[in-house]
C-alpha cells in the first residue's frame, strides 16, 4: 500500500511538473515534425498520429481540436480514446493543429497546420513483409499483418517457424481477407493460398507476381529469371532485371495453367500482371527485349492490357497499350475500375532503387494521365495498393532517407483528386528513426486473414497441389 | 585454524574471480570487442520496450544493454567476472540455506561458474545467458531465504515467482563445451586493432606472430595498401590473402563480409561498401551492427547521400558510446572523408558481378590516382601470376596515364613480360628503371629457382603455388 502510495505521488509529481505555454513567440514557419502529418488527409478510422518534433525541445504542447497534449520532451503521443472521440466528432471536417516547443528556455508557437478528416473509410488492415533493403540474402524475414485503426501487430509469416526461409508478398483477392496467397520460398516451399482459413499449398510453376481474378478462380502471375545488378554509382546502389519473364494464368479450380504466346513472346518480357475488377482484361507490363545489362537505360517497359474471358478462361488475341514514354511497373486497378495505378521509372523493372520512380494514375474513363504531384516524392514510391472502397491506396516510400521503404496512405476525393499522403502511424514515434527494414509490398484487406503463422507452417508439411 | 576455514570459500570464490578476469582480460579480449560490434543497443523507449515482447526480456536487455560497454578497456573482463561471481556467490549461499554441506556448496558453484565461463569462448554465447542464469540464482536466492523461515512459504513463493521469473529471465542458453579459440581471438585481436585506427601495432602483431591465419594476412596487406607498401610487403607471407577473389553469396561466412566491407572501403567503392556492411547487419545479432552502423553513415557521407548518412547518424545519436562520434561527422565529416570524397566514382555503369577486378579497373578509370586499388589490381594479377593482364593493367593506369608506379615488385614482373615477349632494348629501358633489378633478373635466371631469391617475385613465379579461384 505504501509502495502503492508512493508510485502515485511521484506520477502525480512528474505530471505536475509537465510544463505549460508562457511567453509564446510565434514562428512563421511549419513545425519539423516526423512522420510529416503537416496538411495531410486521414481517414476518419486511423490509429493516432503519434509524431516527434526535431528539435532539441523540452517540453511540447499540441492542440488538436479538442485535444491539447502536454508532453515532456519532443514526443507527442495521443491517447487512443481520445484520439477516436477527436476523429468522430471531427469526421468530414479539417481540424487546425498547432504544435507549441519549449526551445532552449523559449516557447516558440509554429505555424497552424490541418487535418483533412475523410469520412471515407481506409481498409482497416495491411499486410507487409519486413526485410533489410538489400534483398539479395535474408535472414529474420516476417510477413507481419497491422490494424491501421490501432496498433495491433500479428505475424503471418515468421522465420520462427518457417526455418528461417525467404517468403514473399501476401495478395488478398479484392481485399478479401478470406481469400489471398503469400509465397514461401526454399525445397519444399510453395504458395500458400488461404481460402476462408483453410490453407492449401500450390506447386504454381515459377511463379513471381500475381493478381486474382474478381471471382478468385483465376490467378494471373509472371514468370521471371531475376538477376540482381549493381551500379557503380553509389546513390543507384542496386539493380534488378529480368532475364526473362512471361505471364500466365493459373486456373485454381482445375489446377492448370493457361497460356497464350501474346504472354510469352521470347522477344518481350512480360511482368506485372493483374485483372480488371471486373475479369475482362489483364493489365500487365510489356518491354522489347534488349541486351542486358549494358542496354538497360533502354528497357521500357509499357502498360498494356489484353482481354480475358472468365467464363471461359480464354485469353484474347489482341494486345492494346495504354500508356508508354517511361517505364512502367505494377499496374493495380481501383476496385471501382475507375483508375489504374502505376510506377513510372526511367528505365527498367525494380523501382524500388530508382529514385526518380514515380506513381501515376489514369482515368480509365476519360484516359487522363495525373501525374500526382502532392503525392510523389524525390525518392522511390511505387508498390501500391487499393482499399476496397477505391478511395485510399496504401504504396511504399522511401523519401525519407532514400533506403527504408514505409508505408504511405492517399486519398482520391470523389473527384478523383490525389491528397497529400501520411505515414503509417506508429505507437512511438521514434520507431521508423529506430527501424532497420523495409515494410516491402504493403497490401490493404478488409479484416484480419483467418490464420496464423502456425497454420502457415502446418500446411507447409503438406504435399504441394501440383498444376499441369 | 578453525577461524581462517571460515575464510576458505571466500578466498576460493575471490581467486576463482581473479583467475577469470585473468583469463578474458589478457587471454580474450578482442573476443568482447567482436561481441560489442556485433550487436546495436538504442537509448530509446521504443527499442527498449521491445524486449519485453520476447520470453526473458529483462535478461536479455540487461544483457545486451551491458555488452555495449565492451567497447572500453577492461570492461568486458570486469563485467562477465562479476556476473559470474554473482552466480556463484548466489548459489553458494542458497545452497548452504538449504543445509548443504559448505563444502559441496562451493565446489558446484564453482563448478556452475565455471561452466558459464566456458561457455563464454563461443562468439555466439552471449551475455544475456548469464543474466538469465543470474536472474534464476536470484530467485533461488529468495526461495531459500524464505525456505529457512517457513517451507510452506517457500513451496507458495516459488509457485508464486515462477512464471514472472520466466517471462523476466527466460531460459538460458547452454553451450557444448570448448576450447577457447585462440585463433579467432588473433583474428579478433588484427580486425579490431586495424577497425581502432591502429595499423602499426596490426604490422606489428602479424608480423611478431608464429602462425598465420588467412584474416592476418587479410588485414596486413590492408594496412599495407593503405600505406602505400602493399608491393613492398606482398610476397611476406604466402601464401597471401588480398581479399580480391572473394565473392558474396548466400554461405559466405558474417566474417568475410566484414572484411569484404572493409576492403571496399579501402578500395573506395560506396556501392560494394554499402551492400557488405548492410549483408553483415543483416547475420548479426538482431540483424543489427553498431560497427557497420558507423560504416554505413560513413559511406553515405561519403557519396553524398545525405539523408541515408543522416538515417544511422541518428541511431548512433541513441547509443551511449557512439553518440560523440556521430557529432564528430556530422560537424567535422567532410575534412575527415576528404580524401575518400575526392576518390569517389561519379561514372555510373552497370555490373551484375561483384568482380574485384572489374570494381578495382571502375575505380581506377575513375581516379587514376587511387593508390591503394592500382596496388590491389596489380598485386591481385601478380598473386594469379597473371602476367599479360598485369601488363595491361600496369600500362593502362601507370604508362598511359605517365605515372610508372616504381616498386621492385612491379619492376620483377615487368622484368618477367619483358622476356617473355622478346622485347626491344627500348622497352627494357622504358620499363625498367632499377638498374639493381635488371642485375638481380640476370642472377635469377642463371639460377631459377633458388630459395636465395625468396622474397622476389621471380621465385614466387616458379615456386609458390597460385591461388585458386
Not at chain 1, 504542447?61 to 495521443?78: D, Q
Not at chain 2, 600500362?395 to 622478346?422: F, H, N, V
Request: glycine content about 4%.
Amino acid at each position: 500500500m505504501r509502495i502503492i502510495s508512493i508510485i502515485c505521488v511521484a506520477i502525480l509529481f512528474l505530471s505536475s511538473c509537465t510544463p505549460s505555454p508562457q511567453d509564446v513567440v510565434k514562428q512563421d514557419e511549419l513545425p519539423p515534425i516526423y512522420p510529416d502529418y503537416c496538411d495531410v488527409t486521414i481517414p476518419q478510422n486511423i490509429a493516432p498520429l503519434n509524431f516527434l518534433l526535431r528539435a532539441d525541445c523540452e517540453a511540447i504542447e499540441v492542440k488538436a481540436g479538442e485535444i491539447c497534449l502536454n508532453a515532456r520532451g519532443n514526443e507527442a503521443v495521443f491517447d487512443m480514446d481520445e484520439w477516436k472521440e477527436l476523429l468522430k466528432q471531427h469526421t468530414g471536417e479539417t481540424l487546425d493543429v498547432t504544435v507549441t516547443a519549449l526551445i532552449n528556455g523559449q516557447w516558440k508557437e509554429y505555424k497552424t497546420f490541418n487535418w483533412q478528416i475523410a469520412a471515407d473509410k481506409i481498409d482497416p488492415y495491411i499486410t507487409y513483409r519486413l526485410i533489410e533493403p538489400d534483398y539479395e540474402i535474408w535472414n529474420n524475414v516476417q510477413i507481419q499483418q497491422r490494424c491501421v485503426e490501432n496498433f495491433d501487430i500479428s505475424a503471418i509469416g515468421h522465420y520462427e517457424k518457417l526455418e528461417n526461409r525467404c517468403m514473399n508478398c501476401h495478395t488478398f483477392a479484392n481485399q478479401d481477407p478470406n481469400l489471398s496467397m503469400m509465397y514461401v520460398r526454399g525445397p519444399g516451399g510453395g504458395a500458400i493460398l488461404n481460402k476462408n482459413g483453410q490453407l492449401s499449398k500450390l506447386n504454381i510453376p515459377g511463379s513471381v507476381y500475381f493478381g486474382f481474378s474478381p471471382s478468385g478462380r483465376y490467378i494471373t502471375y509472371s514468370t521471371q529469371k531475376i538477376i540482381p545488378a549493381f551500379h557503380s554509382l553509389a546513390s543507384k546502389r542496386l539493380e534488378v532485371y529480368d532475364a526473362a519473364s512471361n505471364v500466365f494464368v493459373a486456373d485454381m479450380q482445375e489446377h492448370r495453367v493457361i497460356s497464350s504466346p501474346l504472354l510469352s513472346d521470347s522477344l518481350k518480357f512480360e511482368t506485372f500482371p493483374t485483372f480488371s475488377p471486373d475479369g475482362k482484361y489483364i493489365y500487365y507490363c510489356s518491354a522489347d527485349s534488349v541486351s542486358l545489362p549494358q542496354d538497360i537505360k533502354q528497357l521500357q517497359y509499357k502498360l498494356v492490357r489484353i482481354s480475358f474471358n472468365e467464363k471461359t478462361g480464354e485469353i484474347g488475341n489482341k494486345v492494346d497499350t495504354l500508356f508508354a514514354g517511361r517505364s512502367v511497373c505494377h499496374p493495380r486497378v481501383s476496385p471501382d475500375g475507375r483508375f489504374i495505378l502505376f510506377t513510372v521509372a526511367d528505365y527498367g523493372t525494380f523501382p524500388i532503387w530508382h529514385p526518380e520512380a514515380d506513381l501515376q494514375m489514369i482515368n480509365l474513363q476519360t484516359g487522363a494521365i495525373d501525374t500526382l504531384t502532392i503525392v510523389n516524392s524525390q525518392k522511390s514510391d511505387t508498390y501500391h495498393s487499393w482499399s476496397s472502397n477505391s478511395r485510399w491506396f496504401v504504396f511504399a516510400s522511401k523519401r525519407d532517407d532514400g533506403l527504408y521503404g514505409k508505408p504511405y496512405f492517399c486519398y482520391i476525393d470523389k473527384d478523383g483528386k490525389a491528397h497529400k499522403p501520411f505515414c503509417l502511424p506508429q505507437k512511438y514515434p521514434t520507431f521508423y528513426d529506430n527501424n532497420l527494414k523495409s515494410f516491402n509490398a504493403p497490401e490493404l484487406g478488409k479484416g484480419q486473414v483467418p490464420f496464423d503463422v502456425d497454420d502457415v507452417a502446418k500446411a507447409m508439411k503438406k504435399d504441394a497441389i501440383p498444376f499441369k | 585454524m578453525k577461524t581462517i576455514a571460515k575464510y576458505y570459500p571466500t578466498i576460493a570464490i575471490v581467486l576463482w574471480g581473479l583467475c577469470c578476469f585473468s583469463f578474458f582480460q589478457f587471454c580474450y579480449p578482442y573476443h568482447f570487442f567482436f561481441q560489442e560490434q556485433n550487436q546495436l543497443f538504442l537509448w530509446s523507449w521504443d527499442y527498449v520496450a521491445e524486449y519485453f515482447n520476447k520470453t526473458g526480456g529483462l535478461a536479455l536487455l540487461i544483457g545486451d544493454f551491458l555488452t555495449q560497454f565492451y567497447y572500453f578497456l577492461y570492461i568486458g573482463a570486469t563485467i562477465l567476472t562479476i556476473c559470474l561471481l554473482l552466480i556463484g556467490v548466489l548459489l553458494y549461499h542458497s545452497l548452504c540455506k538449504f543445509r548443504t554441506s559448505r563444502w559441496f556448496a562451493l565446489v558446484l558453484s564453482l563448478l556452475v561458474t565455471t561452466f558459464l565461463a566456458v561457455c563464454h569462448f563461443s562468439t555466439s554465447y552471449r551475455l544475456s545467458s548469464t543474466i538469465s542464469v543470474l536472474g534464476w540464482m536470484l530467485v533461488l536466492w529468495l526461495i531459500a531465504m524464505l525456505y529457512t523461515k517457513n517451507k510452506k512459504r517457500a513451496i507458495l513463493g516459488l509457485v508464486c515467482i515462477l512464471l514472472p521469473s520466466y517471462l523476466l529471465f527466460g531460459l538460458p542458453q547452454v553451450k557444448t563445451i570448448q576450447k577457447p579459440d585462440l585463433i579467432l581471438e588473433k583474428n579478433f585481436a588484427v580486425d579490431c586493432e586495424y577497425y581502432f585506427g591502429n595499423h602499426e601495432k596490426v604490422i606489428k602483431m602479424v608480423e611478431g606472430s608464429d602462425k598465420w591465419t588467412d584474416e592476418m594476412i587479410f588485414f596486413y596487406n590492408l594496412v599495407q595498401a593503405q600505406h602505400g607498401q602493399l608491393p613492398d610487403n606482398l610476397l611476406k607471407f604466402t601464401p597471401t590473402i588480398l581479399g580480391t577473389f572473394y565473392q558474396i553469396g548466400p554461405d559466405t561466412p558474417m566474417l568475410t563480409i566484414r572484411n569484404m566491407n572493409e576492403l571496399y572501403w579501402a578500395l573506395g567503392d560506396m556501392t560494394f561498401t554499402e551492400r557488405a556492411a548492410m549483408m553483415t547487419n543483416v547475420f548479426s545479432h538482431n540483424n543489427r551492427n553498431v560497427r557497420m552502423m558507423k560504416r554505413l553513415a560513413e559511406c553515405n557521407f561519403v557519396s553524398g547521400d545525405s539523408l541515408a548518412a543522416e538515417k544511422y547518424l541518428r541511431i548512433l545519436d541513441k547509443t551511449l558510446v557512439y553518440d560523440k562520434w556521430a557529432d564528430m561527422v556530422r560537424k567535422n565529416g567532410k575534412s575527415i572523408y576528404r580524401q575518400k570524397i575526392a576518390m569517389v566514382n561519379h561514372h555510373d555503369t552497370i555490373t551484375i558481378s561483384d568482380n574485384a577486378h572489374f570494381l578495382m579497373m571502375q575505380l581506377l578509370d575513375a581516379n587514376p590516382d587511387n593508390t591503394t586499388a592500382l596496388d590491389y589490381i596489380l598485386c591481385s594479377d601478380l598473386l594469379l601470376k597473371d602476367i599479360t593482364n598485369f601488363k595491361r593493367d600496369y600500362d593502362r593506369y601507370c604508362m598511359d596515364t605517365q605515372k610508372p608506379r616504381l616498386k621492385k615488385l612491379y619492376q620483377e614482373a615487368l622484368c618477367i613480360w619483358l622476356a617473355g615477349s622478346d622485347a626491344t632494348q627500348e622497352e627494357w629501358q622504358r620499363y625498367i628503371q632499377s638498374n639493381d633489378v635488371l642485375q638481380q633478373f640476370m642472377q635469377y635466371n642463371d639460377q631459377r629457382g633458388n630459395p636465395h631469391f625468396q622474397g622476389t617475385y621471380w621465385y614466387y613465379f616458379d615456386k609458390i603455388k597460385a591461388p585458386e579461384i
